[in-house]
């Protein structure tokens, strides 16, 4: 761990680590023990590994935890994953704000990614051997003092003279356009509001680009998504950023969403309700003691449902798998 950052007002010491040449940025807090925010360890975009990756992270940050290692191989060892299921964690802390991504370039080109942990952000930021100048405006190279201060969202240097005032121009925002089979996509999807239309967009059209879907499944799948989400609460529908983003959840609701077609028992409605918002969303409700879980329900005795076949069901009834990355895939019943 390395402290070496002050926050434009000298009043935040920024801690830095680097794990495989990428850095990653916290603010440093005096307790020793690792608060995650609620909001982080309730969201329903993180999965229950994003959401403990965090929290090392952040343990890593304050002194904590000693992390072994400085690769993504040792992350993965620790947390007994793949290394590309580690970064699929941290897309997904990307994906929600919990952590913020800053490309590093080196002579015009991209090397690393410099990563935020919230709440701290990027931001012009100086060394600790330079605050001592920076708070009595001294600036080396230069024989008048002055500092830096914000106003109106502007920056605006402040010298000892009226006249030497430099000012920076807001740019102009530039308002989006999207194509039409996106708007088709935006339309029918369940949960618009409070979420990032452009990186829904993005994500949309990665997966357009590199030729992992097309615009006809990913339309019937949201359509699909959206009658299963119906009468549902909105705070534990997926972010379309999510819903197209690398681990691709979509491609579970390719099939349609067909009535019952499982008699189940009370017992079998209950442990499919229960792995349907584990599986969806990394947390779920206990029945017994209503407090809200974030690991495995099989630890407490619940068993995935499955139906004459041998094939696991949701608590409609109708039959899915899970793939190689325990993410769930609908099958024809």
């Known amino acids: 761990m390395n402290v070496s950052k002050f926050s434009p007002d000298g009043k935040e010491i920024l801690a830095k680590i680097e794990i495989n040449g990428d850095r990653f940025y916290g603010s440093l807090n005096v307790e020793r023990s690792v608060m995650i925010p609620g909001w982080i360890v309730a969201h329903p975009d993180l999965s229950d590994r994003a959401v403990r990756l965090w929290g090392y992270l952040k343990g890593a940050l304050n002194g904590s935890f000693?992390?072994?290692?400085?690769?993504?191989?040792?992350?993965?060892?620790?947390?007994?994953?793949?290394?590309?299921?580690?970064?699929?964690?941290?897309?997904?802390?990307?994906d929600v704000g919990a952590i913020q991504v800053v490309p590093r370039h080196k002579n015009g080109k991209q090397v690393r990614n410099d990563y935020y942990l919230w709440p701290a952000k990027h931001e012009d930021r100086v060394s600790t051997g330079e605050q001592a100048?920076?708070?009595?405006?001294?600036?080396?190279?230069?024989?008048?003092?002055?500092?830096?201060?914000?106003?109106?969202?502007k920056d605006i240097y402040k010298g000892l003279t009226p006249e030497k005032t430099v000012q920076r121009e807001k740019k102009k925002r530039?308002?989006?356009?999207?194509?039409?089979?996106?708007?088709?996509?935006?339309?029918?999807?369940?949960?618009?509001?409070?979420?990032?239309?452009?990186?829904?967009?993005e994500e949309f059209n990665r997966t357009i680009q590199e030729g992992r879907g097309t615009f006809e499944d990913m339309l019937k799948a949201?359509?699909?998504?959206?009658?299963?989400?119906?009468?549902?609460?909105e705070y534990y529908t997926l972010h379309p950023s999510t819903f197209f983003g690398?681990?691709?959840?979509?491609?579970?609701?390719?099939?349609?969403?067909?009535?019952?077609?499982?008699?189940?028992?009370?017992?079998?409605?209950?442990?499919?309700?229960?792995?349907?918002?584990?599986?969806?969303?990394g947390v779920w409700i206990n029945p017994v003691t209503g407090e809200t879980m974030l690991d495995n329900p099989?630890?407490?005795?619940?068993?995935?449902?499955?139906?004459?076949?041998?094939?696991l069901i949701d608590k409609h009834g109708n039959p899915y798998r899970l793939n190689n990355l325990g993410i769930r895939e609908r099958i024809g019943g």
């Open 222 to 233: 949201t359509e699909n998504y959206a009658l299963d989400r119906k009468n549902q609460p």
């Open 133 to 153: 100048r920076v708070v009595t405006g001294e600036q080396p190279g230069q024989e008048r003092t002055g500092v830096y201060i914000s106003n109106n969202n």
């Open 66 to 94: 000693n992390i072994p290692g400085t690769s993504h191989t040792i992350l993965a060892t620790a947390f007994d994953v793949s290394d590309s299921t580690i970064r699929r964690s941290i897309y997904e802390l990307r």
């Open 246 to 281: 690398a681990t691709e959840r979509w491609k579970a609701y390719l099939l349609e969403c067909d009535e019952v077609v499982t008699e189940m028992t009370g017992e079998m409605k209950i442990s499919a309700e229960i792995y349907d918002s584990y599986d969806q969303t």
């Open 298 to 311: 099989m630890k407490h005795d619940y068993n995935r449902p499955t139906n004459a076949e041998g094939k």
């Open 174 to 201: 530039v308002k989006q356009t999207y194509p039409d089979e996106f708007a088709q996509i935006w339309a029918a999807y369940p949960r618009r509001n409070g979420v990032n239309k452009g990186k829904a967009f």
